[in-house]
């Protein structure tokens, strides 16, 4: 018998229905007002931050570099000149994730990527933002660009920029006055405003590069650029020019520069001349010199461990941080102390046997000359250049005396010239020994200093100063380097002056008189020590010939240059000023190991003034 069939509860059904229809409502209602909730917020709330996030996705701000500044000699010869270049550039942003080493090995294959720009560009890649282009390669050939550009597809996120790469037109021979550039590292970012070197690669880092950064960099510029979504630049929307650094004029004369090293002949060592009414620095040689063009974008690890390993220590700055005895180069301001202080005249006599020794000694101290001079006035005994007479005036002046005298010549301090990293030199006293040595001064070491030996250093630059201030009867200059500033898109220049010093006082014009007559004996009198450079002269020169020992000698040892091991000959020194009535240049002159003053230093000096004057005539 079949089942009943239930009826249908159609009110049940409809009550259900309505409930779900309305369940279904709400949630829909609900839904609608979130998504409008958003919409407004979206639109209204959070519009400016989502609007610049959609900006930033089309436009990028792209910093602009300033071009550097250029550098000219004192007769407009260029030494620092900017030239076109490109480099490898890889924005991280842009780079698919995990794929940078896989990139970096494929760009390897088609340009010559070194382990030395490996290691910077990963150190770069730390410091900056993801979104800025970090180099990879500088100065890329013309086959490498080619290379890139026809595989550009291949590596999102890398692109050649074109730019400019500084170039040292003299290479080595100004090398140690000039400087280099080279790319910013850590130690430069410490002290560099990042916001003003934004998109540059390169800050100054020795000589006049460094020491005029500020003014040689100028003012970062920018770009808004429009990019597609590979991030490929479509068009430029706004620009900012960049402001080119200042030029700079030098007061140095590259003419000199290469009469120099020429007449070196292949001696290390170093010469220094300055302008001896101005202090404009001339002349600013260390040998043997470095070309600076290897360092702009990165040297080689093997070529720069080669520079560093060299005996011979091209990268010193020896004009600058050569430290050496004054030796002989000396003897004339010690005699105007003793004239000034009123301890000797220009007569008072000294006999020289060939020796001195102290009162109840029987320690000789030599002269040069074994025999001896016989007597000896201040005039004979700086044209001569004999010790002996020296040694009996630094024990009647004292350590003390002398040193407070000698000072006044700058000697002991630094000179103040616009390169930075100039070392002192040292003029001993008494206190300095107990000081610096926990020691008493000796009297024997009262008359060695006497003669510029002993404790006494100076640099090149420091002796030439010193020497100007002796020919000028005790004006002090402050050397410098940079003659003139023009600023970008001026047709004038700005001048640059060293401040002014105050002079030595003088107590008697005359005895600075009797002191340069002396010196001008020592070139144009037949027995002077330089006499073989005056041949031919057609303008008159102050001179003083000098020997520094590198190593003492016994009580009766003798001198061998022939048996002494090069490196440890005695060093060369001429110190020169000319014309001597009006003098325009003061001259300093260092050779490291060569012997003897007068036969080798005193003959370069002759060529850079004959150079000199040939190109500045009296």
Not at 127 to 133: A, I, L, Q, V, Y
Request: hydrophobic share 35%; aromatic share 8%.
């Amino acid at each position: 018998m079949p089942r009943p069939v239930a009826l249908k509860d159609h009110l049940l059904e409809s009550r259900l229905f309505l409930r779900r229809s309305i369940a279904a409502l709400v949630a829909s209602g609900l839904l609608l007002l979130a998504l409008v909730g958003r919409l407004v917020y979206l639109q209204v709330f959070a519009y400016e931050h989502y609007n610049t996030l959609s900006e930033d996705n089309r436009i990028k701000i792209q910093p602009v570099p300033p071009n550097r500044g250029l550098i000219y000699d004192r007769n407009g010869i260029l030494l620092a000149d900017n030239l076109p270049s490109h480099r490898l550039e890889v924005t991280p942003e842009q780079v698919p994730a995990g794929q940078m080493d896989s990139t970096l090995r494929a760009l390897g294959e088609l340009v010559n990527i070194r382990d030395i720009d490996l290691e910077r560009f990963q150190r770069a890649l730390k410091r900056m933002n993801r979104f800025e282009g970090v180099p990879l390669r500088f100065h890329l050939s013309p086959e490498e660009v080619a290379r890139f550009a026809v595989n550009r597809h291949r590596y999102p996120g890398v692109d050649i920029r074109a730019g400019l790469s500084r170039y040292y037109p003299l290479g080595k021979d100004a090398g140690h006055s000039v400087g280099y550039v080279g790319r910013i590292n850590e130690s430069d970012l410490k002290r560099l405003d990042p916001s003003s070197y934004r998109g540059t690669t390169h800050t100054g880092k020795v000589g006049i590069e460094r020491a005029y950064e500020d003014i040689l960099h100028g003012t970062v510029g920018y770009e808004e650029i429009e990019t597609n979504a590979q991030g490929r630049t479509l068009r430029v929307l706004n620009r900012k020019d960049p402001e080119p650094g200042a030029s700079l004029y030098l007061s140095l004369d590259s003419r000199l520069l290469k009469t120099t090293e020429a007449a070196f002949e292949g001696f290390n060592g170093s010469a220094v001349a300055v302008d001896a009414q101005t202090g404009e620095v001339l002349l600013f040689v260390s040998l043997p010199g470095y070309d600076p063009n290897p360092f702009v974008n990165g040297i080689e690890v093997d070529d720069y461990q080669a520079l560093q390993a060299d005996e011979n220590q091209p990268l010193f700055n020896r004009a600058l941080r050569g430290q050496y005895p004054p030796g002989s180069t000396l003897k004339p301001f010690v005699g105007l102390a003793g004239l000034e202080l009123g301890l000797t005249t220009r007569h008072s006599d000294t006999y020289c046997p060939g020796f001195y020794s102290l009162p109840s000694s029987t320690r000789k101290y030599r002269d040069w000359k074994r025999w001896g001079h016989g007597t000896m006035d201040l005039n004979h005994a700086i044209m001569e250049s004999c010790d002996v007479y020296f040694y009996d005036l630094a024990r009647s002046l004292g350590i003390d005396r002398m040193h407070d005298y000698l000072i006044k010549f700058g000697f002991s301090s630094r000179t103040g010239i616009d390169i930075l990293g100039e070392m002192p030199g040292l003029i001993p006293s008494s206190g300095w020994k107990r000081e610096a040595r926990n020691e008493p001064w000796y009297p024997g070491e009262t008359l060695i200093s006497g003669i510029g030996q002993g404790f006494d250093l100076t640099t090149p630059v420091q002796l030439a100063v010193a020497t100007a201030a002796l020919s000028t009867y005790g004006k002090i200059v402050e050397p410098r380097v940079v003659h003139a500033i023009r600023n970008p898109g001026a047709d004038t220049v700005i001048p640059v002056s060293a401040p002014k010093l105050d002079p030595i006082p003088i107590e008697q014009r005359t005895h600075w008189v009797d002191v340069i007559q002396s010196m001008r004996d020592v070139v144009h009198h037949a027995k002077g020590t330089a006499r073989r450079i005056s041949e031919g002269l057609d303008y008159e020169i102050a001179g003083k010939t000098g020997t520094a020992q590198v190593f003492g000698l016994k009580q009766e040892e003798e001198y061998d240059a022939e048996e002494i091991e090069e490196k440890l000959r005695d060093h060369a020194l001429f110190i020169a000023f000319a014309p001597v009535e009006t003098p325009r240049i003061a001259l300093a002159v260092i050779v490291e190991n060569g012997g003897s003053g007068g036969a080798v230093a005193a003959p370069i000096a002759r060529k850079i003034l004959d150079r000199f004057f040939k190109d500045n005539p009296l």
